[in-house]
């Protein structure tokens, strides 16, 4: 599998390609901290004045390797196959062979960034419920007034159970929006987003 790149990632790793190994060692360093901890325009200005590029173009480049790096991460692309898709990006043997070394070493850590950021939503886990229902009262003696009382359990959420109390009539509206959503959901369009954003 060779990686598939904009071609603005590919216009800025044109950079890189020109540059030694020990400049490409340097900027998996600069890749790493920005996986971390995000953009430090401080050391891209000090940085880019050694490299006589400006800093902007500095984090371009940068950008453009952190892609490289993620892509590779998400698809867990064997040191071959990124040697291959390197080779596609015209890095030669001694670039793509530090990269590789730099991809082998931080690899766990990367996928470990990428999962703590990545969002855990609440997951419906089970459903109990139980009708109450008050018959009558002093002031409406023949009124029946039903309540439907819930307790949802979720995974991915600090309340493991969450306790809700309806009407009959909010039950059904209620229903008639989720089978609503679950149809947008598995329609030919939703199905196709998912599976674009999936790859």
Known sequence: MILKLSDNNKL???????????????FCKLAWDYIAKGVNTKLYAASSQKLDISAQDLQHIVEALVNVLLEACKHKLSIPKLKNSLTALEFNEKQAE?????????????????????????MFKDVEWRIQSQLASRALPSQMTPKILMNLKLDNCESSNILLQTDPANLVHLTQVLESALNDATNNHSTRIYRRYKT
């Open 12 to 26: 800025h790793l044109g950079y890189l390609v020109k540059q030694n190994e020990t400049v490409v060692q340097d």
């Open 98 to 122: 530090v990269i590789c070394t730099f991809y082998t070493a931080k690899q766990v850590d990367i996928n470990n960034v990428l999962l703590a950021a990545s969002v855990h939503l609440p």
